[in-house]
């Protein structure tokens, strides 16, 4: 089982990006999907994630409105579109999947047992 995250780089303030996630070994169409970030100095801290078929989404406050998570079940394949970029989005961007985490839950990063290497996002000011 490996997750693979791409489409980080670097951006100036304002701009977009798109990262993917692609999933291998086995279905993740029934895994809870989740991106989380980590900044140099501070701890990882969730972005965004979507459950299981897509029925239920949850964005943290600072990117809700900018950032939108979806998934293609069919590809395996999990998405972050990232609008309006601030240099406090900087960060190196996970993902993560776990078909045991339940909705009340998918902002704990303690809970998932899979993860991509991350992808780094650089935004300039």
């Known amino acids: 089982v490996q997750l693979q995250a791409s489409g980080g780089g670097l951006v100036q303030a304002g701009g977009s990006l798109r990262l993917s996630c692609s999933a291998s070994g086995r279905t993740f169409s029934r895994d809870t999907m989740a991106w989380f970030r980590q900044a140099p100095g501070k701890a990882r801290e969730f972005v965004a994630g979507?459950?299981?078929?897509?029925?239920?989404?949850q964005y943290a406050d600072s990117v809700k409105g900018r950032f939108t998570i979806s998934r293609v079940n069919v590809k395996n394949t999990l998405y972050l579109q990232m609008n309006s970029l601030k240099p406090e989005d900087t960060a190196v961007y996970y993902c993560?999947?776990?078909?045991?985490?339940?909705?009340?839950?998918?902002?704990?990063?303690?809970?998932?047992?899979?993860w991509g290497k991350g992808t780094l996002v650089t935004v300039s000011s």
């Open positions: 993560a999947a776990d078909r045991s985490v339940i909705l009340s839950s998918m902002r704990d990063p303690e809970l998932y047992n899979y």
């Open positions: 979507i459950f299981r078929s897509g029925s239920s989404i």
